[in-house]
C-alpha cells in the first residue's frame, strides 16, 4: 500500500481531489495539521465529491505525532520536493511505502528535507517552473508506485456501459 502524507495542506480544493485519488487507488491519506481549512468547507467536499467514505484518513495534530503513531510501520519514506536531486521514477517503491507532500505554499520545510535528503524525490518539470499542482504530484507519485507494482490492486479493464 502507498501512504500518502500531507504536511499541513492549505487548500481545500487539493485535499479534496487527493482524497478521490487515494480512494481510487486505495492509498491511505495521512493529514498532518495545521490545515488552511475545515472538514466542513464546501470546497473540499465538494473537490471528494462522494468518496469521502471510500477513502482511509487519519489526521494528526503535527509532524511530531505522525512520526510518533507511525514509527513501527514506516518501513520506507520518501520527501517529495522540488529541491530533490533523485526523480521519482529512480527509486524502487516497497510495497508498503509512505510518500511526503508539503503544503502547497511552501513545501516541506528544508528542516526535515536536509535530515531526510537521502530519501527526497521530485517531479522533473521544464525550466524554472515552481512547481506542479499538489493534487497532481500526488497523482503522479501515486501512479508510479502502482505501475511499479503491475496495478496489482487496481482494475486494469473496462467496459463499455451501452453495449
Given at each position: ?96 511505502v509512505y ?46 508506485y502502482h ?7 487496481l482494475n ?8
Amino acid at each position: 500500500m502507498i501512504h500518502i502524507v500531507l504536511l499541513e495542506p492549505e487548500i481545500p480544493q487539493n485535499t479534496g481531489n487527493i482524497v478521490r485519488t487515494c480512494a481510487a487507488t486505495g492509498a491511505k491519506l495521512h493529514l498532518i495539521e495545521p490545515f488552511g481549512f475545515t472538514f466542513e468547507d464546501k470546497y473540499l467536499k465538494r473537490a471528494g465529491l462522494d468518496y469521502w467514505d471510500l477513502a482511509d484518513i487519519c489526521t494528526y495534530k503535527n509532524y511530531q505525532e505522525f512520526l510518533q503513531r507511525n514509527k513501527a510501520n514506516i518501513k520506507q519514506i520518501f520527501y517529495a520536493s522540488t529541491k530533490s536531486q533523485h526523480n521519482h521514477t529512480e527509486v524502487k517503491y516497497e510495497e508498503d511505502v509512505y510518500v511526503m507532500f508539503g503544503k502547497e505554499s511552501k513545501g516541506i520545510p528544508e528542516e526535515i528535507l536536509h535530515d531526510n535528503y537521502d530519501k527526497c524525490i521530485r517531479i522533473p518539470m521544464k525550466g524554472d517552473i515552481r512547481s506542479l499542482n499538489l493534487a497532481n504530484s500526488v497523482a503522479i507519485i501515486c501512479y508510479e508506485y502502482h505501475r511499479q507494482h503491475n496495478f496489482e490492486q487496481l482494475n486494469q479493464t473496462g467496459h463499455l456501459t451501452k453495449f
